[in-house]
């Protein structure tokens, strides 16, 4: 069973950098897809959660939202345990919960950006709170 727990949230001043990092234990090889997600904190269950960035476990493919694209880097460690969310040049609207979460069957990993696909996606973390002050 996979289980993922995210860190690295905090407070910055727009222009900022954070690095978040989403930890996987378990059988995390059997991820095809992973990806991170954010909330506004102002909203309730998963009431407009988005998918912002997203990785191919197997070729390293990449995929990003529009909002973030050329600000935020998705990347895993050689030995896919752990997967960062580099943000830069941090907004005011880049604010909210972020997720990590797997996607364990064989789907197209850019469908995990914009409105999350929740029954390709198996497992997610607890999240970890992002506060970007203008």
């Known amino acids: 069973q996979v289980q993922l727990v995210e860190s690295g949230g905090g407070s910055v001043q727009a222009g900022g950098s954070l690095r978040l990092s989403c930890a996987a234990s378990?059988?995390?090889?059997?991820?095809?897809?992973m990806g991170w997600f954010r909330q506004p904190i102002t909203t309730k269950g998963r009431e407009g959660r988005e998918g912002v960035a997203a990785i191919t476990t197997g070729d390293g493919d990449t995929h990003y939202a529009d909002s973030v694209k050329g600000r935020f880097t998705i990347s895993q460690d050689s030995a896919k345990n752990t997967t960062f969310l580099q943000m830069s040049s941090l907004k005011p609207e880049d604010s909210g919960m972020y997720y990590c979460?797997?996607?364990?069957?064989?789907?197209?990993?850019?469908?995990?950006?914009?409105?999350?696909?929740?029954?390709?996606?198996?497992?997610w973390g607890q999240g970890t709170l992002v506060t970007v002050s203008s």
């Open positions: 378990g059988d995390i090889a059997s991820a095809h897809c």
């Open positions: 979460a797997a996607s364990l069957r064989k789907v197209r990993c850019q469908d995990l950006i914009g409105d999350p696909p929740y029954k390709y996606l198996e497992v």
